[in-house]
């Protein structure tokens, strides 16, 4: 039986109250800022009523009892009794990292730090004692009490996608004393029920002093496919609300009622997928490609031109089919950056520093999983921006600086990879002090002249730290290591500069190594390689006088800029004879180019990417190896780490040169 035929349904629930908690707190941090935001109060509201109704759909009775109270606290609030503090964020955040840990491992959540919680929540906004097994029913004490009549019957459905008609009556119970009779007329003979249909209607006679709008909130989320009426029967002017499907009147009180709803029908369009799946997908597009590679090269040999057209159909859906299942996995790299909001608001708080995250770029798009991995490494960078980086308030009034501190984020494409830069508008890295450190591990010889670029990738050493004591946060040299060994797996480079007195910048660089990539295919002797198209810049000819007058010299004139160049025969060791006229292409990497000699340039060749095993992990030159068509294997060439060969080895051939020259000058 396939594995993924039933998903468990706590999983469902988890994944779901993932996005809810997330929505909950960047609305919680909004709000912070701009306390008058209705729409904030009401988002957050919204998030935490979902997150008890479906806990105890689900079976998580914990989560629901205590995100009730949050709930009922956080009411007043929205009812404009009681202000968004700063304080009250902090303790509503708290209760969120709670229902978090309730969810994920309820064995282990501190009881008594969720007692706390509440205990604090109810100081702040002075609500009644909380007590779980038997929720207040209490009115507020300037309520009218009102009996209602409440007529609902859902839709047939409903439970069968996961709807509780059971804790709609406990909702109704909890807001008065009730009795509740339930409407058989609709249930069918025994042989024409189905096991999992709703057959039953409800009548129920409530006595509350809540609104109306707290009656048809029990309702908000199935609102729309179900038959509801609400009337006052104490004497009261009578005002139905529905029949099928009900559409309650809007309420001046209550602007934001159907709101849910209106987001449930946009939400329907998008569905989950777990990514094994596209995984699998992708493998199975990869063997698609290679298919209609070998499919494309036997109808090139074939007189028929009915194969050569159905060929080239082929070709054009494997195409468009590879670039749609790329486009699923790929996201924008904005729902990464929305997390490290709570981090900075925490630190700010930790630390006693004013501190703005700014973010820019949020719509550059990543595979799913390159930004998964992402996440580690860039709280790392920005922890220490903010503790190592931004001076204390004292420090930035003395420099003339802003009392708070700026951290920027921001994501952007450079040519054949993305940009992730961190950065600070703090006092800079300390030369001096990273030198004197590195010499103290004996990992630099004392006076040794090193560019900045080399000196600052020693805080990327394990063990290296120039904190002059230990915090909460940072100074036991733990963490950055693994920043350069994470992005390093994937494929990417760190470079980090500074200016003194204005701040530090680190930028990650990540190549776009996708699972299938357009390459462009070179012969060198008798293997062939492939270069990634996006990387290729133009291709030129090394005629024989330039092969020869560039010996000892590896670079080339192009358009009055000198470019360095490869002989990859020279690197592969290939036996053959050189080609009469070889060819360079010309890569680049960020902002440095080099040239790669080969033999002939063979075209254009959609690359299905396969990761070489871990015996070959050292290989720097290849970041994989391909099938081709007739079934022969062509390795993948790693531009990155060719152009910093091509520039390292350049500067070493230029220092020579520049000694003779002084030399002679002397």
């Given at each position: ?31 912070e800022q701009t306390p008058d935001d209705r729409a904030l109060i009401d988002s957050a509201f919204r998030a935490l009523h979902t997150i008890k109704g479906s806990g105890a759909m689900f079976g998580f009775e914990a989560v629901a009892a205590f995100t009730h109270h949050f709930e009922t606290a956080f009411d007043r609030v929205r009812r404009g009794e009681v202000p968004p503090t700063g304080a009250l964020i902090a303790v509503a ?574």
């Amino acid at each position: 039986m396939n594995a993924h035929a039933h998903p468990d349904p706590a999983d469902t629930f988890r994944q779901e109250a993932q996005d809810l908690l997330e929505q909950l707190e960047q609305a919680l941090l909004d709000l912070e800022q701009t306390p008058d935001d209705r729409a904030l109060i009401d988002s957050a509201f919204r998030a935490l009523h979902t997150i008890k109704g479906s806990g105890a759909m689900f079976g998580f009775e914990a989560v629901a009892a205590f995100t009730h109270h949050f709930e009922t606290a956080f009411d007043r609030v929205r009812r404009g009794e009681v202000p968004p503090t700063g304080a009250l964020i902090a303790v509503a955040l708290a209760s969120k990292d709670h229902i978090r840990s309730l969810i994920d491992s309820p064995a282990e959540a501190d009881g008594v730090r969720g007692a706390a919680i509440l205990s604090d929540l109810q100081a702040i906004t002075d609500a009644p004692a909380a007590v779980p097994e038997a929720p207040a029913v209490a009115a507020p004490p300037d309520g009218v009490p009102a009996t209602w009549r409440i007529r609902f019957r859902l839709a047939k459905d409903a439970m069968a996608l996961g709807t509780n008609p059971l804790l709609l009556l406990d909702e109704l119970r909890d807001l008065g004393p009730c009795t509740a009779t339930a409407l058989t007329d609709g249930v069918p003979a025994l042989e024409e029920m189905e096991p999992d249909a709703c057959y039953l209607g409800w009548e129920v006679t409530l006595t509350t002093a809540r609104p109306r709008a707290a009656i048809e909130e029990v309702f908000l989320f199935v609102i729309d496919d179900m038959e509801l009426a609400i009337e006052r029967v104490d004497g009261a002017p009578a005002s139905p609300v529905a029949a099928a499907p009900a559409t309650p009147e809007p309420r001046e009180e209550e602007p934001a009622t159907r709101e849910p709803a209106r987001e449930a029908a946009r939400g329907a369009a998008v569905i989950r997928v777990q990514a094994e799946r596209l995984d699998e997908l992708m493998d199975r597009v990869g063997e698609l490609v290679i298919a209609q590679a070998r499919l494309t090269q036997l109808a090139a040999g074939s007189g028929d031109a009915n194969i050569k057209a159905i060929a080239e159909e082929v070709e054009r859906l494997a195409s468009e089919l590879r670039d749609t299942s790329m486009g699923i996995r790929m996201v924008p790299i904005g729902s990464l950056f929305g997390r490290f909001r709570r981090l900075v608001h925490d630190l700010s708080r930790d630390l006693g520093k004013a501190v703005e995250l700014v973010t820019g770029g949020e719509e550059t798009e990543l595979d799913k999983t390159v930004v998964e991995r992402l996440a580690d490494p860039v709280v790392h960078l920005i922890r220490n921006a903010v503790d190592h980086g931004l001076e204390t308030p004292e420090g930035r009034a003395a420099a003339g600086k802003p009392p708070a501190g700026r951290v920027r984020l921001t994501a952007r494409h450079a040519g054949a990879e993305v940009q992730i830069i961190i950065a600070d508008d703090g006092r800079g890295l300390d030369r001096e002090r990273i030198r004197a450190r590195a010499e103290e591990q004996g990992l630099l010889a004392p006076g040794a002249k090193l560019a900045d670029a080399d000196l600052f990738q020693f805080l990327f050493h394990p063990g290296f730290s120039t904190a002059r004591e230990i915090t909460a946060v940072s100074g036991r040299g733990v963490g950055m290591d693994v920043v350069k060994r994470t992005i390093e797996s994937l494929r990417g480079a760190i470079d980090v500069t500074t200016t003194a007195g204005q701040g530090t910048e680190v930028t990650l660089r990540l190549p776009l190594t996708l699972a299938i990539i357009d390459g462009l295919m070179v012969r060198v002797g008798d293997g062939r390689y492939v270069i990634p198209l996006s990387a290729v810049e133009e291709c030129v000819e090394l005629s024989a006088a330039d092969d020869a007058r560039s010996k000892g010299r590896s670079f080339l004139n192009i358009r009055g800029e000198l470019v360095p160049f490869l002989r990859l025969r020279e690197l592969f060791n290939a036996a053959t004879p050189p080609a009469l006229y070889q060819k360079v292409v010309i890569v680049s990497s960020g902002d440095m180019r080099v040239g790669l000699v080969v033999d002939q340039i063979i075209g254009s060749h959609q690359t299905v990417i396969k990761s070489l095993s871990k015996l070959h992990a050292d290989v720097e030159t290849f970041s994989g190896a391909t099938i081709l068509g007739d079934g022969t294997v062509a390795l993948i060439l790693d531009v990155l780490h060719l152009v910093e060969f091509g520039q390292a080895r350049e500067e070493r051939l230029k220092a020579p040169c520049q000694m003779a020259s002084c030399q002679m000058a002397s």
